[in-house]
């Protein structure tokens, strides 16, 4: 462990190995130097840089803590270009007191995090050491309402989030092909058609998401007219 603050900048690279992945694919993740740390210009663009790439933003944000901070708007409104992308644990949650008090303090954060444009859903209370079996922690969470540590609904949530971060990805490469293809049929095929064969074909795109079967469609018709524009 390195100490001294001076010699932090002496580590390239930390790796972690766990066998409790070895079932995921095509999963990578990546732990940020820390958004509130002391300023350093290379953590700043660190993180900027990964969170850009990212499909999903964890942050971990204490229950007992619901109310955000300067640092936590601040990393909300400048390092992170979408909400949609943010999920949040709310750790610890068997630290409450009462039902009331759970019940409280998981309005409190909601409303919070809403605030910033992350929907409720996204936000999920976890207690971790209910995942390993500690009959104390078990009790302690049971006696709040709860069933479950959260981890798989954490789990559940933050891969609904990766797909639709996917998603949405794919639709504005798709509205960019479109538009693409609307250009080449209008601009380049038409003008041709109508001078060799004084025949203007009226095609008419729907620019609205098209479904899977459509989508093939598509791109069977943009390679026959790609095809087609070599020749002519």
């Known amino acids: 462990m390195i100490t001294d603050p001076d010699h932090a900048g002496a580590v390239k690279k930390i790796c972690i190995t766990t066998p409790r992945l070895c079932k995921e694919e095509n999963v990578v993740f990546y732990d940020m130097p820390g958004y509130n740390s002391p300023p350093n210009t290379l953590y700043e663009d660190q993180t ?19 109310d955000l901070v300067d640092s936590e708007c601040q990393m909300l409104n400048e390092y992170i270009t979408t909400s949609e992308k943010v999920v949040v644990a709310l750790t610890c949650f068997d630290r409450a007191i009462t039902v009331e008090d759970y019940q409280t303090l998981l309005k409190i954060s909601q409303r919070e995090w809403e605030k910033q444009g992350v929907s409720s859903e996204k936000v999920v209370p976890v207690c971790d050491l209910a995942e390993f079996n500690t009959g104390s922690v078990k009790r302690r969470i049971e006696s709040l309402g709860k069933s479950s540590s959260g981890i798989q609904e954490l789990k559940r949530v933050v891969s609904k989030s990766a797909i639709d971060s996917r998603e949405r990805v794919v639709a504005k490469k798709c509205i960019a092909s479109k538009n693409s293809l609307i250009g080449f049929w209008t601009n380049d095929l038409c003008p041709i058609i109508k001078r060799d064969y004084d025949v203007l074909s009226e095609v008419q795109f729907e620019m609205n998401t098209m479904n899977e079967t459509e989508l093939k469609t598509y791109f069977i018709l943009y390679s ?6 070599h020749r002519l």
């Open 48 to 66: 900027r840089e990964k969170l850009a790439h990212a499909d999903v933003i964890l942050v971990a944000k204490e229950f007992q803590k619901p």
């Open 224 to 229: 026959f007219l790609l095809v087609s524009k």
